[in-house]
């Protein structure tokens, strides 16, 4: 697979791989990966980042949960006045 240099500096080298992609050497020639390697791609304006849209599903799962806990307060409230004795006022 061919590399090309895309761009060299005192600091690293970025090349464009075969298949598309970057490659990125320290100035000793040592591969650079991770978030180094992103932060130096996206510096150079090569690549752009995106983040990831948030599930819907969790959005909704998490509004059945409140929904449900709010349910379950409202019963526990309810069996709380059904267990509490009734006080009975008698006139003496």
């Keep these: ?7 060299k ?3 690293y080298k970025i090349f464009k791989r075969g298949d598309e992609r970057f490659a990125v050497q ?5 591969p650079v990966n991770g ?8 510096a150079e304006e090569l690549i752009t980042v995106t983040l990831p849209a948030a599930p819907v599903e969790e959005e ?11 349910e379950a307060a409202a019963e526990d409230a309810g069996e709380a ?4 004795p009734e006080e009975e006022t008698t006139d003496a």
């Design 60 to 70: 909704v799962a998490e509004e059945a949960e409140q929904d449900e806990a709010v």
């Design 35 to 42: 978030e180094e390697k992103v932060k130096i791609l996206l």
């Design 81 to 84: 006045d059904a267990a509490a």
């Design 1 to 7: 697979m061919a590399m090309n240099l895309i761009k």
């Design 26 to 30: 320290d100035a000793t020639g040592k």
């Design 9 to 11: 500096t005192s600091e």
